[in-house]
Structures are given as C-alpha cells and as structure tokens.
Nanobody, 121 residues
Framework: HVQLVESGGGSVQAGGSLRLSCTVS????????MAWFRQAPGKKREAVALINSDGSAGYADSVVGRFTISKDSAKNTLYLQMNSLKPEDTAMYSC????????????????WGQGTQVTVS
C-alpha cells in the first residue's frame, strides 16, 4: 500500500506555470505506474497524464505540449509541470497509483491523493 500527498497547486494567471508534486510513501511496488487526474466543478474526472514504470508517458490531447509528467524515484515523487496554463485548466488535480507496471487511460487506480486545487484566471 502507498499514501499519496499532492502539493504545488495555487492561483495563476493565464499563460503562467505551476509544478505539482505528489509524494509517495509506503511500498513503492504499489506505485509502479502513476497518473495525474483533474476534476472541474460539474465535470467528470479526467486523466491528463500517466507514466509507466519504464518512464514512458502519455497525455490527454488537451494538455499535449503544455504539461509534462515525470517521476523521481530517488525522491519517491511524481511531478506535473504545467506551462501555458489556460482558464479551462482550472480544476482539482489528484495523483493516482497502481501496482501494475503499465497504465492505460481506462485503468483502475486503487491509490489516490487528496488533491490540490489549481485556479487559472
């Protein structure tokens, strides 16, 4: 089992940048594949980026070229670098993990953080 804690959210003007962090504690084997999700008020939760155990990554079309997901295994931390932010990026961002080495866009994630709010105006 793992515990996930996000940080780095905040308020930023359109065009600005933020870097989200997700600290992983517990058994790292339970977090081989990780992802960032977001949920805006009144909307369904959506996956925005995922990273597999080999470091390969995938992105939602809405964030390609603007967001970068990365993982520092030595620090047990997952990151989401968000550039060129838009008002439509406003949402609660959560990290998630699964034991499998591979993630798909429809994968189930048993481990979740509490989320960090990102507001773009």
């Amino acid at each position: 089992h793992v515990q996930l804690v996000e940080s780095g959210g905040g308020s930023v003007q359109a065009g600005g940048s933020l870097r989200l962090s997700c600290t992983v504690s517990g058994d790292p084997r339970s977090a081989r594949c990780m992802a960032w999700f977001r949920q805006a008020p009144g909307k369904k939760r959506e996956a925005v980026a995922l990273i597999n155990s080999d470091g390969s990554a995938g992105y939602a079309d809405s964030v390609v070229g603007r967001f970068t997901i990365s993982k520092d295994s030595a620090k047990n931390t997952l990151y989401l670098q968000m550039n060129s932010l838009k008002p439509e990026d406003t949402a609660m961002y959560s990290c998630a993990a699964r034991t499998s080495r591979w993630c798909g866009w429809n994968s189930d994630f048993p481990y979740w953080g509490q989320g960090t709010q990102v507001t773009v105006s």
